[in-house]
């Protein structure tokens, strides 16, 4: 059967046949997730209604605008996963030996609340997100973040196997048809997993943090893989905050190529 397979922010991966859309499977992917009471053969939350314009799943884990009074609930929440998503824009990778499909995870949360805007508070060149709900990951009841690689079977979508990582995935994944799964870290590792366990084979330490996929190409008969080092996009905004010892790592930008045996 064709699929279309898609991780989405929310912490759900989903397979939709690719002719009729119809949902085949929908599988959390995130260790810690409150929006959702969980999904119905639609791929659609339990407590999803029609008839509503705005649909509270789980009371008290989304911020809305309005009040209770008007029948919106309240801006005060608390949200798992957080504002960027159990997964964000770094690619998700299959592989056709294993029939595993890849995630590399956002693990976290967040707390939105209002807050009084002061005139000059806001600092050029810093970000800003127009004002509440706001906040970083760094606030005590939420902790640190961290992420994973996450293989779910595409037959069954079923989770197969975990591989934990101290901070989130913003790296991307890639798979090879020799079973691997390379990854970049953000201390600055670029490590291949076994693909069926995802269990750590080979590691090497680049010196600079890393937030780029990793990329596979042929020359000369032989295989390759390229990554681009050097922290950058939205990880200094979002999380170092969360991450301080990350603040530390050395600015770059390198590209490494490894050759693959044969």
């Not at 991966?13 to 119905?40: H, I, M, P």
């Not at 295989?223 to 301080?244: H, K, R």
Request: aromatic residues 12%.
């Amino acid at each position: 059967q064709r699929a279309t397979l898609h991780a989405n922010r929310n912490g759900y991966a989903y397979a939709l046949d690719r002719v009729t859309g119809k949902c085949l499977w929908a599988t959390q992917f995130v260790e810690e997730l409150n929006w959702s009471g969980g999904l119905d053969e639609n791929c659609r939350p339990n407590t999803y209604d029609p008839n509503k314009d705005v649909q509270t799943y789980v009371p008290g884990t989304a911020a809305m605008r309005g009040t209770a009074t008007e029948g919106r609930g309240t801006i005060e929440g608390t949200l798992k996963p957080g504002h960027m998503g159990g997964k964000n824009w770094p690619p998700t990778a299959y592989s056709p030996q294993t029939n595993y499909y890849y995630i590399p995870t956002i693990d976290g949360c967040n707390k939105a609340f209002t807050e009084v805007t002061v005139p000059g508070q806001h600092k050029p060149r810093q970000l800003f997100l127009g004002g509440a709900p706001y906040s970083t990951y760094e606030d005590p009841d939420c902790g640190r973040i961290w992420g994973s690689i996450t293989a779910i079977d595409v037959q069954t979508g079923k989770v197969v196997a975990k591989h934990s990582t101290k901070y989130p995935q913003l790296g991307g994944l890639l798979t090879t048809a020799g079973g691997l799964v390379f990854s970049g870290y953000a201390e600055g590792a670029v490590v291949a997993h076994d693909a069926v366990t995802l269990e750590e084979l080979w590691r090497f330490e680049t010196g600079s943090a890393i937030n780029a996929p990793p990329m596979t190409y042929m020359a000369g008969g032989k295989q390759y893989i390229a990554i681009e080092v050097g922290l950058g996009g939205a990880w200094p905004q979002w999380f170092v905050s969360a991450t301080p010892e990350l603040k530390a790592q050395v600015p770059s930008n390198v590209l490494y190529v490894f050759e693959l045996p044969n």
